[in-house]
């Protein structure tokens, strides 16, 4: 008896629009967690956004650092990623202000489509 090999589900689709959005992201321009489930087609999905960067940024090299809360803020820790994100985002020429805040208006990804 053959057994049927089954396709990619629904989650894996989803996961693999999310990594194709998170990886259009340009240098030197941030997006939120609900941006980005927003543009692969589930705005109420930013937690599946934060499960694809800690599972999948190193081998799918992904610019997880490019991605940042609804607040303009990172989301890491002090201590646990924050200040490496926090120095790949200056070097890419994101500026802070003293709240550590991002401005949205200068530095928020703006793609050239529609949600």
């Known amino acids: 008896m053959k057994t049927r090999r089954k396709g990619p589900t629904k989650d894996d689709c989803f996961g693999q629009r999310l990594k194709d959005v998170i990886k259009k992201v340009p240098k ?10 927003a543009l ?12 694809i960067l800690h599972s999948s ?3 799918d090299k992904l610019p997880w650092h490019r991605i940042v809360n609804r607040e303009g803020r990172i989301s890491l820790k002090r201590g646990y990623g924050y200040e490496i994100q926090r120095e790949l985002l ?9 709240r550590d805040t ?4 200068r530095f928020l990804w703006s793609p050239p489509w529609d949600v």
């Open 102 to 105: 991002i401005d949205f208006d």
């Open 40 to 51: 692969a087609g589930n705005p109420r999905a930013a937690r599946q956004v934060v499960r």
């Open 90 to 98: 200056r070097q890419e020429g994101i500026e802070f202000d003293e």
């Open 28 to 37: 030197g321009k941030v997006a939120t967690y609900g941006q980005i489930a």
């Open 57 to 59: 940024s190193e081998k």
